[in-house]
């Protein structure tokens, strides 16, 4: 019995060495396009082209040859191949202009499309990728960032008297950069520069084209809004002067609190300890030397010393959830192995037991002495405790090895 395959067998460039067709006196079940065989009865072999079996070793002769010329629907004219235009190519221009580009020769130099425009264009996936309108309409929507503020307002600010105040407890001087969010009149909200005149929006937040949706802004001081960030969430579109703006806040590092079992100090969060249970170091966390040698351990750790008198682990705990190597391995679902030499000079069908109780094995078949090279044969899984070797010439004693893994 020949070995069957269910799938491709890649070679890797490498040859097949003494091989010989599939001898047949009758051509086989076509299979695909490309299959060959050996006809015994012609002695001659033959491939399936997808309609027919086409001998290999077919010549043709001068009527041959001129037939299939004759048969053409186009002629080559000998006195044009030197003077060959694209008017003298059937169909040349629409072969090449329905050609995609990526079937042409790649460009060696720069390209100009003589001031037209890309059209359909996808957007980009790769960092040299060129940027489509959408694309870049698209990235500048989301936050525009602007220079950081000194301060946020808590309470509306009279700007029009021009004075420096103390806002959330920083006191300002001229020049600084001010976040008014809590104006009465909501259109008067944005950044502004302070100074003892009447207070002016900043140069970058001064006009509507810079005053959009998605605008951030930083802030570095104060008692309640140090060290936030705050962004514009009023809709576009914006009229500088007219729309009332709305600023919300979306991180600030005083929104970080300590969970269970731990502390914040400042910007900085600890795992409380316990002592002589949990040992804090600068970078891991252990169980405090102190604590092992207790008689019950509720903690993860490692015992360097001692001997572990404990139950039987549970598979639920990382244990075997037995007490011998048989029953770990059952419990644990690890496989067995069984091994021996096969091969009497005599047998070409060896039935192997392995008892290893599954037809879920994986089998393996390699040479008994040197090179011990692995070989291919068939391999019938006949139960759950026995396999079947076939070969096609009996193997001399003990030629090979085989291995039931299971």
Request: one cysteine or more.
């Amino acid at each position: 019995m020949a070995i069957p395959y269910v799938n491709n067998i890649d070679l890797g460039g490498n040859e097949i060495q003494n091989v010989r067709a599939q001898n047949l006196a009758t051509p086989p079940t076509p299979s695909g396009t490309g299959q060959f065989y050996y006809n015994s009865v012609g002695n001659t072999m033959l491939f399936w082209n997808g309609t027919d079996f086409i001998d290999m070793g077919q010549v043709l002769t001068g009527v041959d040859i001129v037939a299939l010329i004759n048969a053409c629907a186009s002629l080559i004219d000998a006195d044009n191949i030197n003077s060959l235009t694209a008017a003298k190519i059937s169909d040349f221009n629409t072969q090449v202009r329905t050609n995609a580009l990526n079937l042409l020769t790649a460009p060696t130099a720069d390209l100009s499309i003589n001031s037209h425009k890309l059209t359909n264009v996808t957007d980009p996936v790769s960092a040299q990728d060129a940027a489509t309108k959408n694309y870049v309409d698209a990235a500048r929507s989301g936050l525009t960032i602007k220079d950081p503020v000194r301060v946020a307002s808590t309470a509306n600010v009279a700007i029009a008297t021009g004075t420096l105040l103390t806002i959330d407890g920083v006191t300002l001087v001229a020049g600084d950069r001010v976040l008014l969010k809590n104006q009465t009149a909501g259109a008067e909200n944005g950044i502004y520069v302070a100074g003892t005149g009447a207070w002016s929006r900043a140069s970058d937040a001064n006009i509507s084209a810079e005053v959009i949706a998605g605008m951030a802004v930083w802030v570095n001081e104060g008692t309640a809004n140090s060290d936030s960030r705050w962004v514009l969430t009023t809709n576009n579109s914006i009229t500088l002067g007219t729309t009332a703006l709305t600023f919300t806040k979306d991180f600030q590092a005083a929104d970080i609190v300590a969970g269970a079992g731990m502390t914040k100090s400042g910007n900085q969060l600890d795992v409380v300890g316990v002592f002589n249970r949990i040992l804090i170091n600068a970078d891991s966390i252990d169980i405090s030397p102190n604590y092992i040698g207790q008689n019950t351990i509720t903690t993860l750790g490692t015992i360097a010393t001692g001997v572990w008198n404990g139950s039987i682990i549970p598979l639920l705990y990382g244990g075997t959830g037995a007490s011998t190597a048989v029953g770990a391995r059952t419990n644990l679902g690890a496989t067995g192995k069984y091994s021996a030499a096969v091969g009497d000079g005599s047998a070409t069908s060896i039935v192997v037991t392995h008892n290893l109780n599954t037809q879920n094995v994986t089998v393996t078949l390699r040479e008994t002495a040197s090179p011990y090279n692995v070989v291919m044969t068939d391999v019938q899984i006949t139960s759950v405790n026995t396999i079947t070797l076939i070969f096609a010439t009996a193997p001399t004693s003990g030629k090979y090895t085989v291995t039931v893994v299971g």
